[in-house]
Every structure is written in structure tokens, then in C-alpha cells.
């Protein structure tokens, strides 16, 4: 009768120790895919960011391209209108000479 209850206490603590890892080790599992669905969605987020940094970029890129063009034709309209007024500034001149010429 001792040795039966013994067994019987045997079994029942080997039931409880595996019902207690049962259970830590569905927490486990229930902690780990928490973690991993963390980590999907964390990468979802940053593939997100890094799309929109790189619209950003080529957005960027292209303002500064249409700059550098504007500046471009804004030099050669400055170059354009420089040589005009150092035409017309030498038609003053001749002008003022031919002027000067007349009144002596």
C-alpha cells in the first residue's frame, strides 16, 4: 500500500511538472510568435520608410536638376544681357563722342 501510494504520488507530480512545462512552454511559443509578429510588423514599417525616403530622394533629385537647369539658362540670360549693355554702353560713348565732336 506504501508503494502504491507512492507511485500514485510519483505520477501525480510527474502529471503537475508536465502540465507546468505544458504551460511555460505555450507561453514560450505564445511570447516567441509575439515577438516575431513584432518584428513583421517593425519591418513593414521601416520597408515603408525606406520607399518613402527614396521617393524623397528622387523627388529631390529632380527639383535639384531643374534647378541646376534654371540656373543654367538664368547664367546665359545674365551673359546675354551683359553683352548688350556693354554694346549699348559703347553706343553711348560713340554718341557722347559724336556729340562732343559736333558741339566743338
Do not use: F, M, Y
Amino acid at each position: 500500500s506504501l508503494r502504491s501510494e507512492l507511485n500514485h504520488i510519483h505520477a501525480s507530480a510527474i502529471e503537475h511538472l508536465r502540465q507546468t512545462h505544458h504551460q511555460e512552454s505555450a507561453a514560450a511559443k505564445a511570447e516567441l510568435e509575439k515577438a516575431l509578429e513584432d518584428n513583421r510588423t517593425q519591418e513593414r514599417d521601416l520597408l515603408s520608410r525606406i520607399s518613402e525616403l527614396q521617393e524623397e530622394v528622387s523627388r529631390r533629385k529632380s527639383h535639384i536638376a531643374q534647378l541646376d537647369h534654371q540656373i543654367h539658362t538664368l547664367n546665359e540670360n545674365i551673359s546675354t544681357l551683359t553683352k548688350e549693355l556693354e554694346l549699348k554702353g559703347k553706343e553711348v560713348l560713340k554718341i557722347r563722342s559724336e556729340a562732343n565732336q559736333q558741339i566743338r
